[in-house]
């Protein structure tokens, strides 16, 4: 059994004109000790997805589905208490921002304390103890003399190993980084991203990772969800996304990647932007911005289908030319184009 299960999952917020579809119809599972990587430029419903797992979409929000487990248990019929039990022990999440995660008139170790006290039923002494060793752990020196600090007192750096031994205090079963190098510098990122890799391997925890940078989940994901405008456009293994991507949106984030624009005069985009409130095409959403969609994409909404030993969202997946049938007035990949 999975340890997390997903289906047909939906966040809409309602507005007096109109509904947006933050997530749409959303399905994802997870073993345990898995990496899974949800990529996607910002306004894709990578962290809703994730929010609404936790339980953190708050009202005018919506969420429906047709299945939401973790590890045996039925999130969507636990009670409130049942699930805060559950959600910050078994599931923990690392948000994108330390410096308006973290409260800024309490101490990083009232902070870390707070959380083993509730979830571990540990007393002051214990708690102040396990905080250290936690502090050590996520590469904080001089972890003892860190607890009387506060936030504003550390480096964004430090404050990230701060969410991060929160995050891990309770030895979760599943881990959700949102974004967790954004706010960083480029030295700051790669000691965060191998201490990511260092703790799901220690802890054997399954790992969340949700971000906009391909070259991230190439190095931690063992399996990789795109998505856009709150749908799931493709998902299969890291290693076949990124040797052959077969959706025209997964191959356009990977040229977008500044690796891939050595020698160019300009780093290579997407144009046009992701669909909002008011202008969600009827046919394919990536189609307005699609270098090969025809009018079957444009009046078609393509459903998620199993291809290529993952799944597709795409009409025409992008296949070897030879495969393509020739009515489908699509224009052929070019290997190396700039989308």
Known sequence: ??????ENLSVQFPSKTAVMHAVDGVSLSLDAGEVLGIVGESGSGKSVTMMALMGLVSFPGVVTADKLRFDGHDLLSLSSGARNKLIGKDVAMIFQDPTTSLNPCFTMGFQLAESLKLHMGLDSKAARKRSIELLEQVGIPAPESRLGVYPHQMSGGMNQRVMIA??????PKLLIA?????????????????????LQKDLDMALVLITHNMGVVSELAQRVAVMYAGQI?????AHDIFDAPQHPYTEALMAAMPERSEGATRLATIPGMVPGLYDRPSGCLFAPRCTYANSHCRADRPALREWQSGMVRCHYPLTPLSDIPAATGRAPLVQGAVL
């Open 1 to 6: 059994m999975a340890l997390l299960e997903i």
């Open 178 to 198: 949102d974004e967790p190098t954004t706010a960083l510098d480029v030295t700051i990122q790669a000691q965060i991203l191998d201490l990511l890799r260092t």
């Open 233 to 237: 456009m493709e998902e299969r293994s």
């Open 166 to 171: 929160m995050a891990i205090s309770c030895k």
